[in-house]
């Protein structure tokens, strides 16, 4: 029913900075609540940021709190993820969701490795 669909991962150096996107589809409204979650090797993938349907609301895990922005672009249906300042302990595979209908049931993308070297 929805397609999530992330870009943007690669490598950077620590300090550095990467742009996450994702774009969601599927549905007539394009205001889904939205979200990261990020997943590094032998860990449990762990709650990022999340932006409300109409984006007045967000909210982000302490560990990436005023470094990672969370915003969205509702003309292109997509969400993205500004992160600056990047640490080793960063890396992971991120990915986006999309929370959708009235339950709701929730839609993941791929995921998009990011790599953060020290």
């Known amino acids: 029913q929805v397609q999530v669909v992330e870009s943007g991962g690669g490598l950077v150096e620590a300090g550095g900075s990467l742009r996450l996107s994702c774009a969601a589809s599927g549905r007539t409204s394009s205001r889904y609540v939205m979200g990261w979650f990020r997943q590094a090797p032998g860990k449990e993938r762990e709650f990022v940021a999340r932006i409300t349907g109409s984006g007045g609301s967000t909210s982000y895990a302490d560990s990436v709190k005023g470094r990672f922005t969370i915003s969205r672009e509702y003309a292109k249906n997509t969400v993205y993820l500004q992160m600056n300042s990047l640490k080793p302990e960063d890396t992971a595979v991120y990915y986006c969701?999309?929370?959708?209908?009235?339950?709701?049931?929730?839609?993941w993308g791929q995921g998009t490795q990011v790599t953060v070297s020290s």
């Open positions: 969701y999309a929370d959708v209908g009235a339950t709701p049931s929730r839609y």
